[in-house]
């Protein structure tokens, strides 16, 4: 009775207002991710820095990022999502500030491993809540309208890049970076625990109690509830246990194989790509504030790509969308690496922008939807660390084929083959999940 009154729920300001909530946590990651991406070409000239140098300050977010989310995603299994969100924001907030004080390179690396941290946590519980929240019909386009959030933090990253580093210096870029940790005071104050959660941990009570706080905000005609929970709410709290080893019990296990390998490769590209992008725009031999320039227009196009991938995957699915998106980042990858021409460049960098970040926003609608509210944020969360691993690795590994002699051309192609073979196995793998309740997907409809 609880989950069908919430899934009856009407689009309104509630929906809204979480989606601004969870997304501006979403545009403070991204914010901090652009800014260390800018600052590389400035700090590694400043530094004098290697290639090998620079790809391990890229990298060592990863590594926090990866264990961020899969402690993160077990604490929110246990400790509620909000609770969890809010920590997360903090840690990285605070060690982003830091990272402006950092007085040699090894301690940089270290403030960067915590703000990988916490942003490695925040973002797979951001999604559970919000994918917990939204209406069957709509999920799909709340989550990646959410994920559109870090479109918009790149712009903001851009803009402060452009107009500060070459001003006032690195240091200043980063504790505009520590600002986010003010904002927790909205979250306590407008985001509540997930109604699934609270179900799940015979919290039902506190359940009520929201679900008619959120029908009277609505204007929703509300009745006192009965006293049992529905046959699909105890459902729901059998399907699975919280622990590691249900991910691989045989009801998710071709979901967690197809949902890691795909996280591995989409993390792997991107962070390849884009923590060097600044870089690779400065080695065609455009001098630092046209870096930016360029820089900010590819990264604008993410957001027409959030939008696309927002109407189509409630539209064709998450399976095709997803697949798609993720072959044309390749088609465009591939050409953004052998352009000639400054033209050809911001002409093919934009597109892969679009078709890129259109398939971040729908991985981050697809994964939490596989799994039960018991393994949900669990799930989620190892998803994206395991994906992490390859942003560990893409960063220093194309520091060191630079070193040794490989040209762009090269890296482009091997970037493109990526996204080429996890598109192949979501096609294979993946089950379709639109316009289907949560609890109808853990049960494999």
Known sequence: MILERLERLPVGSFHYKLLVVTGLGWLFDSMDTGII?????????????????????????????????????????KLGRKNVF???VILYSVSTGMCAVAWNYESLLFFRFLVGFGLGGELPVAATLMSEYAPSHLRGRFIVLLESFWGVGWLVAALISYVIIPKFGWQ???IIGALPALYVFAIRLHMPESIRYLISNKKIDEAKRIILDLEVKLGVESKPFDKELSALELGSEKTAKPQFSSLWSEQFRVRTIM???TWFGIVYSYYGIFMWLPSIVYAQGLEVVKTFEYVLIMTTAQLP???????????????????????MSGVCSYFFGNAETAT???????????FN?????????YTPELYPTSIRALGSGWAAGFGRIGGMLAPMLVGVLLANGFGIEIIFVMFAS?????????????????????????LGG
């Open 37 to 77: 991406s800018f600052v590389l070409p400035v700090l590694a000239k400043e530094w004098d820095l290697s290639a090998a140098q620079v790809g391990w300050i890229g990298s060592v977010g990863l590594i926090g990022m990866a264990l961020g989310a899969v402690l993160a995603g077990t604490i929110a299994d």
């Open 86 to 88: 809010a920590a997360t």
């Open 172 to 174: 200043v870029a980063f």
């Open 259 to 261: 949902l890691w390998l």
């Open 305 to 327: 790509g959030y939008f696309a991938a927002a109407w189509l995957v409630d539209k064709i699915g998450r399976r095709y969308t997803l697949a798609s998106f993720l072959l």
């Open 344 to 354: 050809s460049l911001l002409m093919w960098g934009a597109a892969m922008s679009f």
């Open 357 to 365: 970040l259109g398939a971040w926003g729908v991985i981050y609608t």
């Open 418 to 442: 990526v996204f080429a073979i996890i598109s192949v196995i979501v096609l294979a793998l993946g089950i379709e999940s639109k316009q289907k309740s949560l609890e109808q997907i853990e």
